[in-house]
């Protein structure tokens, strides 16, 4: 009886459930809103199952030469095999040929038993017709398949033949052997129809794709090693139900020319561990027409938990429609936007460190309610921004006016360098929680927090510096939550600490700063209106760092500035006497 996985697409910011039910169907489920459901033909027969030798068709090579337990099923015929009887195939030995699979209507399992193929005219393993194939490499088994650097098909069934693997249907790899693709004409492994990997050691190298699929790929666990001159792993279909990526968990080392991993629609990762280089990494510069992003699924990407570390010469992760982050441990280093969406980007948790990058995060909505994200960027740190409207650096009314795009901050811990603006919205900021700690730009011409329509803290801690020029910006009046801005008459060098005490002389915070600056900005709780309030900078902190920053320490000497009343929600002062010594209690 046919079992089928029914596998419910989930992009949204809840948690990701996999787990297998009575009948062994993989079930995918969240306890919010879902996309359409797909059905793929992969069951609980798909696992890993040794062979029985009294049932199986035993093969056996040497060179050109070819000896099998049973005649039939089996074409022989110069240097190809052809199997035209579904069953279970137990190949051995070192073949200079092709298999082919021409067994309609009926499932083939290909047990890889210690074999080499190496073809000198074409694809070493092709399945042209059956209800599945399964290619299993069992435990302690080491196997190898190689194409040649040209293909010369006549046969109008062979015609779109360009890989070592190549199969027309479904098809299943499985088992704990290892198993390596040499792709020396395009692809090292295509399947036209769905592919689900589990548990096998698979080392692939490929001129063009390393793996290319054309409906669905599912992958449960397994080592990956790919170096590719096109994508490392890559899904097209022009249907939306299709065209996905499922991976729980695996080792993935992605060495890729192009994209490393690729969807034309969902890219869903619930674990695993992913080391992934495109286009010579971050310090490499691509041309205008290339794609090398790390992650890239045209309508989103969604992942639950995973260790990623990206090198990557284009975006790091990249979706038309959405990014959602809801954990995992992310290293990030990028020459363009770390992680990019056109349309909304969430994070909820997780812990994303962005090493390099010309922007950190790029959306027209982002949403931040969780996780540790440090954030280097050559440009604006966040940018919310809408693809639809061109921008200027002076933004004209029409622009502002136009512009819908919004940051929404509710919790997590956020913290920004940056050398443009560290957030840069063209539209709405909000802040109700979290933790925002900004090393803003030393140009005066940008600043740490640039907006076009309102900026409204009603929660939250933002401790921000940088320099001092005309685009300084402070809250909107409509905050409910305190804020001040303080320009000082000179800069400040990189490491001078930030501390904000009250009337009584107890510190609030502390920030060390880790780049010059002159514009300080600070919203907290802890701000009430209508209190004093003096900044000091410099002096001996004695506390525990959390966070990013101190709360309550003791401060020594250092530098006193001007004692501040608080009147209304948003302060703003220029600073027009330095007093030198201890702070004043």
Same mark, same amino acid.
């Given at each position: ?59 056996? *090579? ?55 193929? =190496? ?85 692939? =190298? ?45 080792? *993935? ?54 260790? *990623? ?49 010309? =922007? ?226």
């Amino acid at each position: 009886m046919k079992k089928t996985y029914l596998i419910v697409l989930i992009l949204v910011s809840g948690m990701l459930l996999f787990g297998c039910n009575s009948n062994g169907s993989l079930t995918i489920s969240t306890t919010t809103s879902t996309l359409p459901s797909v059905t793929t033909d992969l069951g609980i027969e798909d696992e890993y199952s040794d062979w029985d030798e009294q049932t199986s068709t035993l093969v056996g *090579f040497n060179g050109t030469e070819v000896s099998s337990s049973i005649s039939n099923g089996i074409q022989v015929g110069g240097t190809t095999v052809v199997i035209v009887s579904g069953g279970t195939y137990v190949l051995s030995g070192y073949y200079l040929g092709t298999i082919i699979i021409n067994s309609p209507d009926e499932e083939v399992r290909l047990i890889l038993n210690d074999l080499t193929i =190496e073809s000198s005219d074409g694809s070493a393993i092709i399945c042209l017709e059956a209800s599945k194939l399964i290619i299993s490499a069992p435990e302690g088994t080491s196997n190898a398949i190689t194409d040649s650097n040209s293909y010369n098909y006549t046969d109008s069934e062979l015609m779109n033949v360009n890989a070592a693997i190549y199969c027309k249907t479904d098809l299943v790899i499985n088992g704990d052997g290892s198993l390596n693709i040499y792709g020396n004409y395009e692809d090292g492994l295509k399947a036209n129809d769905s592919l689900y990997i589990t548990a096998v050691t698979l080392w692939i =190298e490929s001129l063009d794709d390393g793996i290319s699929v054309n409906d669905t790929l599912l992958i449960q666990d397994g080592v990956f090693h790919l170096e590719c001159g096109g994508d490392g792993i890559k899904v097209s279909h022009d249907d939306a139900e299709l065209g996905y990526i499922v991976i729980q968990d695996g080792t *993935f080392v992605i060495n890729a020319f192009n994209d490393g991993i690729q969807a034309s629609s969902y890219l869903m990762i619930h674990g695993g561990t992913f080391n992934i280089v495109t286009g010579d990494g971050s310090e490499s510069t691509i041309s205008s027409d290339q794609s090398s992003k790390g992650l890239k699924a045209s309508l989103g990407i969604e992942i639950v938990d995973g260790t *990623f570390d990206i090198d990557s010469s284009d975006d790091g992760l990249n979706s038309d429609e959405l990014v959602s982050i809801i954990g995992g441990n992310f290293t990030i280093s990028s020459n363009d936007e770390a992680i990019h969406s056109d349309s909304s980007l969430s994070v909820s948790g997780g812990e994303i460190t962005i090493e390099k990058s010309v =922007e950190g995060f790029e959306a027209k909505y982002i949403s931040i309610s969780g996780g540790l994200i440090d954030i280097t960027s050559t440009d604006d740190g966040i940018n919310g921004s809408d693809p639809l409207i061109e921008v200027s650096h002076v933004p004209s009314l029409e622009d502002e006016t136009n512009s819908t795009a919004r940051l929404d901050i509710s919790g997590g811990i956020i913290k920004i360098k940056s050398i443009d603006d560290s957030i840069d919205v063209n539209g709405s900021i909000y802040q109700s929680g979290g933790i925002i700690l900004i090393n803003g730009p030393t140009n005066g011409m940008q600043s740490a927090i640039d907006y076009d329509l309102e900026w409204v803290i009603t929660g939250g801690l933002m401790i921000a510096v940088s320099g001092y020029g005309a685009e300084t910006k402070v809250p909107s009046t409509n905050s409910t939550q305190v804020s001040l801005m303080y320009n000082t008459l000179s800069v400040r060098s990189s490491g001078t600490t930030v501390s904000i005490m009250d009337s009584f002389g107890d510190v609030l915070y502390s920030f060390v700063p880790d780049t010059s600056y002159q514009a300080i900005t600070i919203s907290a709780p802890d701000l009430e209106k209508g209190s004093k309030y003096t900044l000091v900078l410099g002096g001996t902190i004695t506390g525990e760092l959390e966070d990013g920053y101190y709360k309550c320490p003791e401060i020594s000497s250092g530098l006193s500035l001007l004692t501040m009343n608080l009147g209304s929600v948003v302060n703003s002062f220029n600073d027009t006497l330095d007093s030198s010594g201890p702070p004043r209690r």
